[in-house]
């Protein structure tokens, strides 16, 4: 054999290989792209708030959540903001580790659960409560915190319901607070005596985004619901409140429509992650056929010019 036959075979094979290495690539990246928005569609029906309506108690029928407790004997209570997605049931174990990572069923889950601070008390007889959920796109756990950013929207939001021990509770909620997840004046459940609980009204007061007037007291028993902001590393949004006997029933109409507006996607893209995933995978073997055919009609096409 030649040189120059030599040095036209290898190329000939290296002209190959690199057509094999690029479709693999794009094959590979095609896989991965399908696998992510399957993963994600997972993650969101994890924690869609829906999952748990066969579980919600009420006063007159708590079975469904007596059934939910059989499966994790940690969900405790029931948390609700009025006319927001957020109506999920609540989890409480020996550490704040073990919900970050799975749900009120008792099973691993990105979308974790939401947890009560595990210094506090279950029967929440603490001066201050403090919950914990992830920050999660389309209003799941307590990602429609982000929300109360709007005045308009803190104005129009202002109850909630909190069920444990039989019966539920409502709640009243009085300022937002923009604090980091170092802050250990605020992150400090269970605060005790009188002058440690007028500073920790403060310190609420002082860290607001926006602050209702509800003549808190030190009698009080506040209520912290924290979550994660998208912008600031290490940043927390708290929706505070007060405990108390007096019930605000919520519009259970409203909430749809506020599901429907606040998801902010487009619903074309909406529609296509909820294709099966079958369909995802002849999509994408459809796509990989149309390759390799324009790269042998190109081949063909530059083997006749060079004959030409």
């Not at 009420?58 to 948390?79: C, P, R």
């Not at 005596?193 to 007291?217: L, P, W």
């Not at 029933?249 to 507006?261: C, N």
């Amino acid at each position: 054999m030649t040189l120059e036959a030599f040095g036209n075979k290898a190329v000939r094979v290296l002209d190959r290989t690199t057509d094999v290495i690029i479709e693999m690539t794009i094959f590979v990246l095609l896989l991965f792209g399908v696998y992510s928005l399957w993963d994600s569609k997972q993650v969101y029906q994890e924690a869609d708030s829906a999952n748990y309506t066969a579980y919600r108690p009420d006063v007159e029928n708590s079975a469904g959540f007596e059934e939910l407790q059989t499966m994790n004997s940690e969900v405790f209570a029931w948390l609700t903001v009025n006319d927001t997605p957020i109506d999920y049931p609540v989890t409480q174990t020996n550490n704040n580790e073990k919900y970050i990572n799975t749900n009120a069923e008792g099973q691993h889950s990105l979308s974790g659960s939401i947890f009560l601070d595990y210094r506090n008390s279950s029967d929440f007889d603490d001066f201050n409560s403090i919950f914990y959920g992830h920050h999660m796109e389309q209003d799941m756990m307590f990602g429609s915190l982000s929300n109360f950013t709007d005045k308009t929207y803190f104005d129009e939001h202002s109850y909630g319901n909190l069920y444990f021990n039989g019966r539920n509770h409502g709640i009243e909620f009085f300022a937002l607070v923009r604090t980091n997840a170092y802050d250990s004046q605020i992150f400090r459940p269970a605060v005790t005596g009188e002058e440690e609980k007028k500073a920790y009204i403060d310190e609420i007061i002082s860290n607001a985004v926006y602050y209702r007037e509800t003549n808190i007291t030190t009698d009080d028993q506040i209520i912290l619901l924290s979550t994660c902001t998208k912008s600031i590393t290490y940043g927390r949004y708290l929706l505070v409140g007060t405990l108390s006997d007096e019930l605000h029933l919520q519009q259970k109409e409203d909430v749809v429509s506020a599901v429907k507006i606040d998801l902010g996607i487009d619903r074309h893209l909406e529609k296509m992650i909820c294709l099966p995933m079958w369909v995802w995978w002849i999509i994408l073997v459809l796509l990989i056929a149309a390759l390799i055919v324009v790269k042998i009609c190109w081949g063909r096409k530059i083997s006749r010019e060079k004959r030409g």
